[in-house]
């Protein structure tokens, strides 16, 4: 099974395109901690996650004081680098993989001349881009409104949606590669913290946590947290 074909996005994608996305495309494996692009760097296409799993951020402060702020960790069978396709500009954020990551990759050149031939399908890209829109909006909301245990839990949620379910005799799991740093920089919380809310969420059976990766273990229980 194509990890690429599962995801939501992609399975409500007019045939035509979906097949020219497969058909363009070329597969590219990066290392952990490899750079796929970096912030001011060109355009470079659109990306399909197939394995593995890219993090994303930016830097603030002087040389000495910088401070790193992670955005997000996607993992399969997300796709991103559609926002270069419409303006052309630099790049806004890093682009590292958080594991050996293997990515389907669309070049720019390439994508933008099928689609001056078949411009009704720039919708398709425009829809990708609106529900990160969207998934931001909902973030900024609950970085100012809510408190840590709950903007912690909509996070897993929203870095779950990319993911699929892994069936077991409880029901389903769902796998999430992010570390517990990552997930304090995402959120602007201390390491500390997120520790203490991440083993509250374990002690009630939500989550299992591993080095460098947890699983949802009751989706249901963790919106219910969320809210």
Known sequence: MNPLTQGRWFQRLPIEFAQALLSLGRLRTLQAGEALFLREGAPCGLYGLVSGAMRFSGHGGGSESAREAVLTVLTPPEWFGEIGLFDDAPRTHNAHAAETTTLWHIPQAALRDWLHEHPTHWRELGL?????LRLALVS???QMLLPPSQR???RLLVLAQGTQPIATQGGFRRHISVTQDDLARM???SRQTTN???QAMKDQGL?????????ILDIDA???LSK
């Open 128 to 132: 990708l881009m609106a529900n990160k």
């Open 140 to 142: 900024m909301e609950a």
């Open 152 to 154: 912690l839990a909509q």
């Open 187 to 189: 959120l602007g919380i």
């Open 196 to 198: 203490q809310i991440l």
């Open 207 to 215: 989550i299992a946590l591993q080095r460098g990766e947890l699983e």
């Open 222 to 224: 963790l919106r219910a």
